[in-house]
């Protein structure tokens, strides 16, 4: 019997809903994609704000791709601008708005309530929590019905940096001074060797003992007769 795998939801910025959509869905929170940064995620979420930041994620070709669950502010339209449909639903296999709950607004810890929005029946919700809950039904059915769920791992999506490029330096030729004349340096011819004849140099003869005794013989031979 094959198990289905938790949902993985990664959010672009702090706030955007991802911790409370997670707990809505008992789901695992991937926490938030950073600049420069590769991570597996089947929902990213996002303020209405940030849909032009989701339309610039570098998204894996191959389908499934993940599903993009844009959280709603006070007075937001629903749908996205005109000119993010196409760069959007080329990165995400569908969009799904999720309407504001005011009542969730002054909470800190939105995600106890929103963990048991899905375990009530809807005529027992207030009429905002409904259309969340409804949106929270649409969102988990493109998630069933995209496939997401039957692969190992979610898809892998990566976040551009936002940092301006470094300048490449470029070095700097100095234009040659065309007043300056060119003078040549002679090199004189090198002269030519002459060899130069040595004398064979004969090697010295050491005394020998008898030489030595009869020098002092001589010697002191010349010192008697002087005397």
């Known amino acids: 019997m094959s198990t289905v ?26 926490g938030r994609l950073e600049a420069r940064a590769a991570r597996g995620a089947d929902i990213v979420v996002c303020r209405r704000a940030s849909l032009r930041q989701a339309a610039t994620l570098v998204c894996a070709p191959a389908r499934p791709r993940p599903i993009l669950a844009v959280t709603l502010g006070p007075g937001d339209e629903p749908e996205p601008a005109d000119g993010l449909h196409h760069p959007l639903h080329q990165r995400f296999e569908t969009v799904v708005a999720l309407p504001h709950v005011a009542e969730w607004h002054h909470l800190t810890k939105t995600h106890y309530d929103a963990a048991a929005v899905l375990a009530q029946p809807p005529e027992q919700l207030t009429s905002p929590l409904r259309e969340h809950a409804a949106a929270l039904r649409a969102l988990v059915a493109a998630l069933v019905g ?25 070095p700097v030729m100095r234009p040659v001074d065309r007043a300056t004349q060119f003078q040549p340096v002679l090199i004189a011819a090198p002269r030519p060797v002459v060899p130069v004849p040595v004398s064979r140099l004969e090697p010295d003869l050491e005394p020998d003992d008898e030489a030595l005794e009869a020098e002092a013989i001589g010697e002191a031979v010349a010192v008697g007769r002087a005397g």
């Open 5 to 30: 795998r938790k949902p993985v939801i990664v959010g672009l910025a702090a706030g955007d809903g991802a911790t409370t959509l997670a707990a809505a869905l008992h789901a695992h929170d991937g």
């Open 146 to 170: 995209s496939g997401l769920l039957a692969r190992p791992v979610p898809p892998l999506l990566a976040r551009p940096s936002t940092d301006l490029p470094r300048a490449i330096p470029v």
